[in-house]
């Protein structure tokens, strides 16, 4: 019997033995795509091993059907995928939808694939439209034979055949334009996919003649001669904010390609580092593929397929451009490497930082982590030996940092009332900046207008009815499909919103308990402190750029690219403006809350606020003008506050890990979080308590501390009460395996639980 082991997308579940009948000449390979029945369902899944036996007394149910003739995944990228559902104890078909391109697995293939195929003028391509209506099956008796045998070609075959396999098999250009005419596929142009930053005016050309300054020669030959070696090693950049690492990368890449090998540059997030792929681009042309959120399903699928057939050198992309299905990588560079942007919060939780580790790893290739402010886990990585340290002290052009002032809030409470949000000082370098026409922006890490509204006669508030938070207060006509209210000239009106489960209502005038009109607003965000600016400095062109007002695609690129072409005068923002951006003009940066995160009970939480103030700090200052940073805090004496004023990484990183080895927190242990949800609490405690019971004899025999249970910080969430606990060690796999042991022996208990290994946000 032929057996084939296949990742099915099911939570949770190892790959599932299935047998291959004799109608299948081949037996399908490692990574293609396989329909098999799970229970009544057939799925579509991914062969991931050829198993030779079977156990005794169990029999393998057929595979249905065969996609792939040749691997769909390349076997590489199967591999990271195992390496993904083990270490972070998600299912390996979670794993698999994780590295697949979109559309790829949906049971319906006819329905959703996207094919491509030139017409007879050769520039057209069609595309098999993806919605219900077109489906052949509903269609299908009104079609002729000719046009169902196209569609079923195009549904069968792995998506991307090239035109010349459909004029091969007898396909000519009017069957398509006819199945176009009836809606079933549409003809576009086939061009080269445009960068959304030349459109927007934001192009960068390469100056070739630019001449590296000596520092950064230095770290390239450091790195090249790395490069060139041709084994596993990692590197961690630390370079000062606008030390020219992204030239760095660059020269780097086209190394690395010279020598028939491709690169791999991830990002945060790209429309917040427009410059470093127009470079690229710049540099690589077509041969550089770029993931923007600005893409379409279908036009990341056709990405996918032209990095998937050896036509890209350079792959740009987010966290998930990981698993991108480069044939031979030989650079995987992480540029800002402590980004939180990396992790992602849902399964499988993996952190595309430490998956790139392991990609380079099996593929030889030199990992680059790039940041002014590393993580503590990769500097300690460095201090250690174990990453190979390269240093950039200074600017480009010798350029000074920002200075940093602080203003003490308190100070400004007492002589200028509660309610102060922009404090004298501030207001004075705003106004001044305006004057000159440089440009300022200002940072608050908190959205929405006000953080909860209470009653003043009853004290009554609006909590959100499923999570245990109280709703954010948000202008009710700050809705991102009514674009010409999101400047803010709101009219009145406020809605409450919540922030995890998307539940909102409108705040009535009176209070609901006892009618009294007396309901306030306490706290602010961002929406809040964009109408104080727009009131104090009228003349000022304004925008704001958080979660909530670029929900749009393509509204974050043109709002970069309007205050990079000098239309807009003041950025307020989230901590998206605190990223990797490149604005000359920016010579004020101001914090309006830089002890924001400071409350939370959470040991990274100065880390992150030391970053998170570094980075937006190293906003100002880019071009010609010294930049100035002005930081409004109440814990003026905080050290990361301290700290990041003085922009010393050095003293923060001594200080911190000296914190974290008293502690007994990452990076000096292992943390793994489990969160245990119930219909009730006494539900979820009563299941974490029995996963708890059987862990400690385990977790007794490999040292490792379980902590908990206790109800978690966000104690319900969509409807659901949370409980959790921690395993904390240092023997990560044996940790890693009591758990899913336990677990293992709990079906019934598993479904209800989420493990996070190595978490980086505990709620
Ligand atoms: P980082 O990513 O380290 O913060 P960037 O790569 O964004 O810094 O570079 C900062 C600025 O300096 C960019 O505008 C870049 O074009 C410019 N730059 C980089 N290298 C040089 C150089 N050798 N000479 C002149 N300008 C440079
Ligand atoms: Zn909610």
Known sequence: MRLVSVAVPVPFLDPLTYSVPESFPRLPPVGARVRVPVGKRAVVGCVVGHDAALDIGTTARDVVAVFDEEPYLP??????????????????????????PPGSRRDDASKTQRIVAATAHGLETVRLKPDSTTSPRRSGDTLTPKQRGVLEMLASAAPGLPASVLRDRGVTADVIRRLAARGLVAIRDERDERDPFERAGMAVTRDVERRLTAEQEAALNTLAGLADSGGFKVALLHGVTGSGK???????AERVCAAGRQALLMVPEIALTPSVSALFRSAFGTRVAIQHSALSDGERHDQWQRIRSGKVDVVIGTRSA?????????????????????????????????????????ASALVVLGSATPSMESYQNAATGKYVLVTLERRVMDRPLATVSLVNMREEYAEDGPDVVISRPLAAAIQQRLDRQEQVLVLLNRRGYATAVFCRQCGDTFECPNCAVSLTVHRRSTSSRR??????????????????????????????????????????????IEQQVRERFPQARVARVDRDSVRR???????????AAGELDVLVGTQMIAKGHDFPRVTLVGVISADVGLGLADFRAAERTFQLLTQVAGRAGRGEQTGEAIVQTLYPGHYSIQLACRQDYSGFFDKEIAYRRGMRYPPMVALVNAVVRGRTFDEAMRAASEIVRRLEPMAGRVSCLVLGPAPAPLGRLRGEHRVQFFLKGTKRAEMRAALKDVLAAMPEVRRHVTVDVDPLNVL
């Not at 990588?329 to 490497?337: A, N, S, T």
């Open 483 to 528: 674009p010409e209210l999101v400047e803010g000239r709101a009219r009145g009106g406020w809605r409450g919103r919540c922030h995890y489960c998307n539940y909102s209502l409108d705040v009535p005038k009176a209070c609901r308990k006892c009618a009294a009109p007396y309901l306030e607003h306490a706290g602010f965000g961002t929406e809040k």
């Open 553 to 563: 695609k393509g509204s974050l690129t043109s709002l970069l690219s309007r205050f």
């Open 75 to 100: 076997p590489a990228i199967v591999e990271l995928c195992g390496w993904v559902a083990d270490y972070y104890m998600a299912g390996y078909g979670d794993a698999v939808a994780a590295a697949m």
């Open 322 to 362: 990981v698993f991108a299905p480069l044939t031979n990588p030989g650079l995987v560079i992480v540029d800002e490497e402590h980004d939180s942007s990396y992790k992602q919060e849902e399964s499988p939780r993996y952190h595309g930082r430490d998956v790139a580790i392991v990609r380079a790893r099996t």
């Open 246 to 252: 992204t030239e760095i990368y660059l020269r780097l």
